[in-house]
């Protein structure tokens, strides 16, 4: 073979650098040059990130039973594994490319170097990008066409200059040269799956650790009403925001407060509408107190929090824009192409925010900014964060969730969670204490059983903040002997209606069942 990148391979030793060990050692860095660039774009102008517009896709079609095992046994890692493997993928594809180009590219230089870094583009923008929902070029990707095929060539041409630029410095240094194709040659593979790794949790982390050090932001907690004791261990009855529970169906969350934002409002209306956030704000604002819930919520977990919601009332703006004969759902949509929607009827109830603060301060961009759905009665699913645009249709529209098969209407199943269940000595009180809560049909009582539910003890209920609030109960039992005891508890709705016994799994319907938690007790 000829001495393609400038290397004396006469009376090469064994552990000399081959052609394909320095190929490689230039590749992966390009390929992370690359990766840097499309990550700078992403982040500054919202171009699409191949590796995350992969899991998307991948994510889109794997069948909705599947991804509920793998976010059973993983949570939220789920997404953050699939992402890491994904930008793994193509740091080795395109660190492999560089072997390739070595090998069967003759000219070196510059333009060589580009036109195989723009070739590698053209391949994939006639195969993955279609294939991972961009259409041809992948012009179907926000932020439009142009934008977004242009950025996707920017890593590609980032990728052969950096590749050039790699390359002729190996070429220069032969101590670096095999140093690196050392490097190269044994551990590309798991560089590239470490690079994946920390990419994954540094850029994760720049999220986290801002709302950690709550940057511009502080938290007015609201405090309940009516005397109730301080119970170690029970929820707070208003989720201070760094606590409450958060779930979406993204990699990264948008930020959509950064961009030129504005609500669109039509479809069968007589009156299109549209908003900036200002002229939102300038609206009558209305404020509540709603509990969200996750369909996933386990029996006892913790996908469950209460906040103080303020923003425009979503009736008023209907009423404005004027509902049409035969409009059916109210359907929102989202910056992150999340869809779901109500029913008309639900949508003009009072209690329904498009909600733009959170317990006093600025909604967060965890949590939806800059503006958000509180829908009470239903599910978390269609609270839909991030909104750009209302529609009323004429027929009922299926959701993101939907179309994976969770139930449309979604109303909140009954649930009850005990927080404190403290060891027992026999003779002396102890106390079980939690929260409750049934959607806006309201909780009228919680009780309580240690003979699983043979017989039932009422406990004591703080009245809620609001009638779409959880509630916070307590009880105290007094044991009779020692030994461990199931501690059982259930609400009644509103209705009067009493949570089901029966277990049943989130998918489709949201768990029922009754929680449980086991109490030893000491003589
Ligand atoms: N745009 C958008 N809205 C969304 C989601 C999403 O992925 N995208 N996830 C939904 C789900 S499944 C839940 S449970 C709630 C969670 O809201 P929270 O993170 O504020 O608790 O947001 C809902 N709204
Ligand atoms: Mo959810």
Redesign the pocket.
Known sequence: MDDLVGLNIEGRSSNEPTDADIALAAGLPAAMCSLVAGTLAWLAFDTPLLPLRVVDAIFAVVPAEIVQVGVAFLGPWAKRFAFAASVGGYLLVLAFAAQLFVARVRQRGLTPSLAFGAGIWLLASLTVFPLAGGGLFGTSWKPNAWAAAGSLLGAGLVYGGSLHAILGLLQRSRRTAEWASALASRRTFFGSIVAAGVAVVVIESIGAVADALGWGRSDRVVGGSGVFPDIDGLSLEVTPTPD???????VFDPDGASRNWRLEIGGLVDQPLSFTMDELRALPAVEGFAT?A?IDNPAGGDLI?NALWRGVGLADLLRTAGVRDGAVDVVFM?I?D?VDSIAVERAMKPGCLLAYEMNGVALNS???APLRAIVPGVF??K????ITRIDVAGTDVKGY?QRRGWNDVAEYQTMSRIDVATPGTVGQPTTVAGVAFAGDRGISSVEVSIDDGATWVAAEVRPPLSENAWVLWHASWTPQRPGRFDVVVRALDGAGTAQTPLVSSAYPNGVTGLHRVTVHVTA
């Open positions: 409450f529970y958060h779930v979406s169906k993204n969200l996750c929090s989202a992150d999340y965890a949590h939806g978390g699913m609270n839909v964060k991030w969730w």
